[in-house]
């Protein structure tokens, strides 16, 4: 079955990176780009960007161009997003999801990153 | 960017009962290459969002057939035959036509 696991908790200071993983089982890897959306606290989540494993080929939404990072490894299936310059306001539940109709049909469980100095 | 506007924001809906949720974009949601990238989806407390629909009307593998989807161009339907307990949540809809992908503001389900 498939299955996007991702990382566990970060807490970062506000200027630190954080690094978030998710790894794929359960399909070819290569086959489906992976998006990241985030979720704040109490609200709607909000779309980051996307990647394409086979390629390497990505999209990022304007608000998070010059801060964030996708990449992945093919070699164990495992797709990344890193989020430089944190702040207090990126403090959210990070989800990595396989694209299907571009839109997420399998999502992982969540990465709460928390940014507090 | 396309802005998605759900209504209503809270749905009270009695056991058995129908529910409807209503997801209107700010530009046409029908892609170059003819379909239209819009879904829907179910996220109860403390899980990752669940997707429901997609391409308007598109059941996902495992959703009950109490929930359809329904619209074209701008404006959209989410329906729910008859609520379950199990249907409490938050419902998103979401486009991916456009290059900017943008989520719905949500509707808040509870039973009443």
């Known amino acids: 079955q498939v299955q996007l696991v991702q990382s566990g908790a970060e807490v970062k200071k506000p200027g630190a990176s954080v690094k978030v993983s998710c790894k794929a089982s359960?399909?070819?890897?290569?086959?489906?780009?992976i998006h990241w959306v985030r979720q704040a606290p109490g609200q709607t989540p909000e779309w980051m960007g996307w990647i394409n494993p086979n390629n390497g080929g990505k999209y990022y939404a304007q608000e998070f161009q010059g801060r964030v990072t996708m990449t992945t490894d093919t070699s164990i299936d495992t797709a990344y997003m890193e989020l430089n310059r944190l702040r207090s306001d990126d403090t959210a539940v990070y989800y990595c999801?396989?694209?299907?109709?571009?839109?997420?049909?399998?999502w992982g469980q969540g990465t709460l990153v928390t940014v507090s100095s | 960017d396309v802005v998605m506007t759900q209504s209503p924001l809270s749905l009270p809906v009695i056991l058995g009962q129908p529910a409807s949720i209503s997801c209107r974009s700010s530009q046409s949601l029908v892609h170059s290459d003819g379909n239209t990238y819009l879904s829907w989806f179910q996220q109860r407390p403390g899980q990752s969002p669940r997707r429901l629909i997609y391409m308007i009307s598109d059941r996902d593998s495992g959703v009950p057939d109490r929930f359809s989807g329904s619209g074209s161009g701008t404006d959209f339907t989410l329906k729910i035959s008859r609520v379950e307990a199990e249907d409490v949540g938050v419902y998103y809809c979401?486009?991916?036509?456009?290059?900017?992908?943008?989520f719905g503001q949500g509707t808040k389900l509870e039973i009443k």
């Open positions: 979401m486009q991916g036509t456009h290059t900017m992908y943008t």
């Open positions: 359960g399909y070819t890897f290569t086959d489906y780009f």
């Open positions: 999801a396989r694209d299907a109709h571009r839109t997420g049909d399998y």
